[in-house]
C-alpha cells in the first residue's frame, strides 16, 4: 500500500502524462483553482469588458468623476447600462459607439497594461483610470471564462 505508484506520479508528473506535452502545462496550472486562484483572478483565458477610452488625461478624469459620483465614491458598482452611457460620451473608440463594449477576448491579444488591467479587474468593478500606447482608459469588467 505504500506503494501506490499513481498517487506518487499524479503529484510530481501528472502534467507529463497528459497527451501534448508542453500546451499542457497552462491547461494544468489553470485546473489548480482549490487556493489562491479561487477568486478566478489571473487564471481565466478570456475576459469580457467595456472601455473608455482618452486621449487627454483631463477627458478621462471628467469621465472617471461621472463614474464616481454616480456610484462608485457611495461603494457600488457600475451598472454595464450607464457605463455604456458614459462611454459612449467620452470613449474615443469606436467601441464608444456600442458603449464600450469590447465583447470576449483571449489573453494575448490586448497591449501591455490594457491586458494587466483587464485580467486583474474583478467581474462588476470598474478600473481606476491607467495610461496605455492608446492613451487612457477605464475598464469595467462584465465576466470571465477559461
Known amino acids: 500500500m505504500g506503494k ?13 502524462k497528459q497527451a501534448g506535452g508542453g500546451s499542457d502545462e497552462n491547461v494544468s496550472k489553470g485546473k489548480g483553482k482549490s487556493g489562491k486562484a479561487s477568486d478566478g483572478l489571473g487564471t ?3 475576459v469580457k469588458a467595456r472601455h473608455i477610452l482618452c486621449e487627454k488625461q483631463g477627458k478621462i ?3 472617471y468623476q461621472k463614474l464616481q459620483d454616480g456610484w462608485l465614491s457611495n461603494g457600488d458598482k457600475v451598472p454595464p447600462a450607464e457605463f455604456a452611457k458614459v462611454a459612449s460620451e467620452y470613449s474615443e473608440c469606436p467601441s ?3 458603449g464600450g463594449d469590447l465583447g470576449w477576448f483571449p489573453r494575448g491579444k490586448m497591449a501591455g497594461p490594457f491586458q494587466d488591467v ?5 467581474i462588476g ?4 483610470p491607467f495610461k496605455s500606447t492608446h492613451g487612457y482608459h477605464i475598464i469595467l469588467s462584465e465576466g470571465r471564462k477559461n
Open 118 to 122: 483587464a485580467f486583474a479587474t474583478p
Open 61 to 63: 478624469n471628467e469621465a
Open 125 to 128: 468593478a470598474t478600473s481606476a
Open 4 to 16: 501506490d505508484s499513481k498517487s506518487k506520479d499524479a503529484g510530481a508528473k501528472g502534467k507529463g
Open 96 to 98: 464608444g459607439k456600442k
Open 44 to 46: 481565466c483565458t478570456y
